[in-house]
């Protein structure tokens, strides 16, 4: 059964940095893409940064210059530097693992078949 867990989260002041992992257990297949997810409150869930098995980095205009993904294939593993953050940033920050295209672009969230439970990150003005 595949697993995937979040930790990294916490209250930073505006301008600071926070790094988030996701580990991803339970497969030993490589992934179609991995991708980093956040729900702000009262707002849907959208996509912030991700990678497919055959592109480089994508990431949301708004994070742009600011975040910074990253992957080890080996531990099965995703990244998400932030840095510069403000309080628009403010969210539940989810990882979500894609084992096949699914015929969904990479930034959907249909995409993706198996999401960790989030992790909080505040960001205080």
């Known amino acids: 059964q595949v697993q995937v867990v979040e930790s990294g989260g916490g209250l930073v002041q505006a301008g600071g940095s926070l790094r988030l992992s996701c580990a991803a257990s339970?497969?030993?297949?490589?992934?179609?893409?991995m991708a980093w997810f956040r729900q702000a409150p009262g707002k849907e869930r959208r996509f912030v940064a991700g990678?497919?098995?055959?592109?480089?980095?994508d990431y949301a205009d708004s994070v742009k210059g600011r975040f910074t993904i990253s992957r080890d294939l080996v531990k099965n593993a995703l990244y998400l530097q932030m840095s510069n953050l403000q309080p628009e940033d403010t969210a539940l920050y989810y990882c979500?693992?894609?084992?096949?295209?699914?015929?969904?672009?990479?930034?959907?969230?249909?995409?993706?078949?198996?999401w960790g439970q989030g992790t909080q990150v505040t960001v205080s003005s």
């Open positions: 979500a693992m894609a084992p096949v295209f699914t015929g969904w672009g990479p930034r959907r969230e249909n995409a993706y078949d198996y």
């Open positions: 990678f497919t098995w055959s592109s480089s980095a």
């Open positions: 339970g497969r030993t297949s490589s992934w179609y893409a």
